[in-house]
């Protein structure tokens, strides 16, 4: 079974540092889908970015950019210029093609402080 | 479009009590989910339904009833709650029959609470 493992439950940092939120995953596949969501105080998911296994390079999304190390599964999602906006919970997820079904890590609150 | 909405936002139910809560999409995806979010355990699958008449079981399906008679709506039944139903539960949707490598659309959640 697939498992998804972020091992800071917590972050704070001050608003404009650049923050890194680790997640590492474990899989016997070698096609999937590896997702970040975003989860502010609203409850509402949103997805941040979303990174192809099969594609070498890393996914950017403006100040989001992941760090994608196929042979460690690992996943982690730099933050740059973090904004008071930034805070929220973050869950790393993942999905092998047709299991249908994202697989959540147990999230980071991430705080950015002014 | 109004997305994925669910209702209630809120719930209160004594041990026992019986509830449906309502999902709708409008975006015309065949891909619907529930998922429950639980401090501490991220987001887990319940049911899922890749199209009109079919559904299927996620992780922690025990307790729940699904059914998807239309594209439009996948609502959640709870049967007989129970205090570890208590949650936040999520619905999703997407394009994709496989749910894969679309995006998915997330409601904004109904907080659940069983005494």
């Known amino acids: 079974a697939q498992t998804v493992t972020q091992s800071q439950p917590e972050m704070s940092v001050q608003e404009a540092e650049t923050v890194t939120l680790s997640c590492t995953y474990d899989?016997?596949?070698?096609?999937?889908?590896l997702f970040w969501y975003k989860q502010p105080p609203s409850r509402q998911m949103i997805l941040v970015i979303r990174q192809e296994a099969y594609k070498q390079q890393n996914a950017t999304e403006n100040r989001f950019s992941v760090n994608f190390q196929k042979a460690a599964k690992s996943f982690s999602l730099k933050i740059s210029d973090s904004q008071l906006g930034d805070t929220a919970m973050y869950f790393c997820?993942?999905?092998?093609?047709?299991?249908?079904?994202?697989?959540f890590g147990q999230g980071t609150r991430l705080t950015i402080n002014p | 479009n109004a997305g994925v909405t669910q209702t209630p936002k809120f719930q209160v139910l004594k041990t026992g009590q019986s509830m449906t809560l309502q999902c709708a999409q409008d975006?015309?995806?065949?891909?619907m989910s529930w998922y429950r979010q639980d401090p501490g355990m991220g987001l887990r699958l319940i049911h899922y339904s890749v199209g009109a008449g079919i559904t299927d079981q996620g992780e922690v399906p025990n307790g729940y009833n699904v059914s998807r008679s239309t594209t439009e709506d996948f609502p959640l039944r709870l049967l007989s709650a129970a205090p570890s139903q208590t949650s936040v539960y999520f619905c999703?949707?997407?394009?994709?029959?496989?749910?894969?490598?679309?995006?998915?659309?997330f409601g904004p959640g109904t907080r659940l609470t069983v005494l």
């Open positions: 999703a949707s997407s394009y994709s029959r496989t749910g894969t490598q679309d995006e998915q659309f």
């Open positions: 997820a993942f999905m092998t093609p047709g299991a249908q079904k994202l697989v």
């Open positions: 975006m015309n995806h065949e891909y």
């Open positions: 899989t016997s596949e070698s096609n999937y889908y």
